[in-house]
């Protein structure tokens, strides 16, 4: 047997495909380079898309914003100069620019329908209405919806009913049992059901709701 010691053992040498300053394999290096063409493509695909929108777009149509302009809002038969933001919101345009808090703000997303106003006599969500939008059309709000200092059938058949615990969806409820009213002069309790389907009372006074609408048809029906 021979003295000398064994050779130490040799480690092979790292392999080409593997860079040993960066740690960026080959598959890695073709990976990245394969999202990047396919990101430049997309990007290139919807800067396409907004040149052919632009380009179809006609060069008569108004562009506002950021900045506050002017607009006219007809609200209860009377017009109203406001210098509003584009973004905002009929319901707010309502409560904060002229001061009319009847119409409530609850969920601020189009699901309550406690913000009920009337377009051109249609019930709509404002908080999900631009005021923008509502330019040109007969804006109607619960201060509206009667002559003033006067009380709609509605808003008496409520209070002779106590269809209202809290009171905050009462405003909705109101333009909605309205609205059918003035669409459908004698309802059925169904029709009344429907027409405040998308009206949600969290205080559960539906029933008085309904009573309350039948009882404002009738009275309306007799002095028609």
Not at 9 to 19: H, L, R
Not at 29 to 52: D, H, P
Not at 63 to 73: A, R
Not at 167 to 192: Q, R, W, Y
Request: charged letters at 20%; aromatic letters at 4%.
């Amino acid at each position: 047997m021979s003295d000398h010691p064994s050779p130490p053992d040799v480690k092979p040498a790292a392999s080409s495909t593997t860079s040993s300053t960066a740690g960026i394999t080959r598959r890695g290096f073709l990976k990245g380079a394969g999202i990047t063409a396919a990101s430049t493509a997309l990007l290139e695909s919807v800067q396409g898309l907004q040149r052919e929108a632009l380009a179809a777009t006609p060069n008569d149509i108004k562009v506002f914003g950021p900045e506050p302009f002017p607009v006219t809002l007809h609200v209860n038969g009377r017009e109203h100069a406001l210098h509003i933001e584009p973004r905002t919101t009929l319901a707010d345009a309502l409560r904060i620019h002229l001061n009319m808090t009847g119409t409530k703000i609850s969920c601020d997303r189009g699901v309550c329908s406690s913000c009920t106003v009337w377009l051109d006599k249609i019930p709509v969500n404002s908080c999900m209405t631009l005021a923008i939008d509502a330019v040109g059309r007969e804006i109607t709000t619960i201060e509206g919806i009667a002559g003033e200092n006067e009380v709609h059938e509605v808003q008496a058949a409520f209070v002779r009913h106590d269809a209202m615990q809290c009171g905050f969806c009462t405003p909705g409820m109101v333009m909605s049992c309205a609205s059918l009213i003035e669409k459908n002069p004698h309802p059925t309790e169904a029709d009344v059901r429907y027409a405040v389907s998308g009206n949600l009372c969290r205080c559960g006074t539906y029933p008085k709701i309904f009573a309350a609408t039948l009882d404002a048809a009738s009275q309306m029906a007799r002095k028609a």
